[in-house]
């Protein structure tokens, strides 16, 4: 791309926690869904990591913001500034003019059409001129490196960071799906309420995540594996003086036993939903797990144990669905399942 190519083509996965960018097949932006704001004149202060490091640590002229929720934008302006903060990421280089962009995003398969509109605004705002919208679980089917347009039956299960999407696809659409705003957030708010009910101590958001990274798991017992003990700082609630709780892997699965249980659920009720042909399929193939949930120690292993039917994690499950983003921005004209 040189001075005056006039199109460029980027492909992004706008999560609720992280926002992916690739271009010409390469990661090119990896960073937070967070940005800072200044109070009085609403200007971008940071974006990604940068403003992520800000997070909580702010004072009354800062506020930083996730503009996404549950996998939808809940702040317009915010989620518009951060788009153009990260795409500036790509375009580092000095141009005579900015290029007209084409993009393809992806976005939950239960969104409805008012939250597709607010994609689509937001980043025809933020200077892309051709937008393409795609379904997360079939981009991260493509990411996987499954043939969605084969005639067979596969399944994802894609658990971010604001929704879990389950989705079973063939014959490059989506034959039943399930979105549920239960994700990756709603584990780390079980940690912080875990916290604070059995151990009097105030963590905050950013440290539930590190302990949920740290021991987090979905299965009470982990064998060989077993991570070793997270120790956390934090004020006691009551006294306000200094404690320090070491935190086990299985206090952590306790505690996020409701949530696991209802995204299991959810995959059984997509199941009853798909037609016995494709279910024959599925239970042959297996089902796949991508999005940064499936990173929780044990998980395959419990689904598997549940379900009956082999789960096999992604090979790069945090960047599946922006694989498959850049896989299909480069076929938008022979990917029917694009939405424009």
Excluded: W
């Excluded at 990591?49 to 809940?74: C, F, S």
């Excluded at 790509?90 to 290029?99: A, M, W």
């Excluded at 969104?111 to 892309?128: C, F, K, N, Q, Y």
């Excluded at 084969?150 to 604001?162: H, L, R, S």
């Amino acid at each position: 791309m040189g001075l005056f190519s006039f199109t460029q083509e980027i492909a992004m996965d706008l999560g609720t926690a992280n926002t992916i960018i690739t271009s010409n097949g390469k990661i090119v932006v990896d960073e937070p869904s967070v940005v800072a704001l200044d109070r009085r004149t609403d200007k971008m202060i940071a974006v990604g990591e940068k403003a992520k490091l800000m997070h909580e640590k702010t004072h009354e002229n800062i506020r930083t913001i996730r503009p996404l929720r549950d996998g939808v934008i809940a702040d317009f302006y915010a989620c518009e500034q951060m788009i153009r903060g990260l795409i500036k990421m790509v375009n580092t280089r000095h141009r005579l003019f900015s290029p007209s962009l084409r993009m393809v995003i992806g976005v939950p398969s239960g969104s409805t059409e008012v939250e597709l509109r607010a994609v689509r605004d937001s980043a025809e705002h933020a200077g892309g001129r051709d937008v393409y919208l795609i379904f997360e679980p079939m981009a991260a089917a493509i990411g996987i490196g499954i043939d969605v347009e084969a005639p067979e039956g596969n399944m994802i299960v894609d658990i971010g960071g604001g929704s879990t999407e389950i989705a079973v696809i063939s014959l490059g659409g989506i034959v039943s799906n399930n979105s549920i705003r239960i994700a990756g957030d709603d584990l780390t708010a079980d940690i912080q309420e875990y916290m604070s009910r059995q151990h009097n101590v105030k963590v905050s958001e950013r440290m539930a995540e590190r302990i949920k990274i740290h021991v987090g798991a979905a299965l009470t017992d982990l064998g060989d594996d077993a991570p070793e003990d997270y120790i956390v700082h934090g004020p006691n609630r009551i006294t306000a003086l200094p404690m320090e709780v070491p935190v086990c892997y299985q206090e952590v699965a306790h505690c996020l036993e409701k949530s696991i249980s209802k995204i299991e659920t959810a995959i059984l009720s997509a199941l009853e939903n798909t037609p016995p042909e494709l279910y024959a399929d599925i239970v042959h193939n297996g089902i796949y797990l991508a999005g940064g949930g499936a990173l929780l120690r044990g998980l395959d292993k419990r689904l598997t144990d549940k379900i009956n039917i082999p789960f096999h994690i992604a090979e790069d499950p945090l960047h599946a669905v922006a694989k498959g983003t850049g896989i299909a921005l480069k076929n938008v004209d022979r990917f029917s399942f694009l939405m424009r």
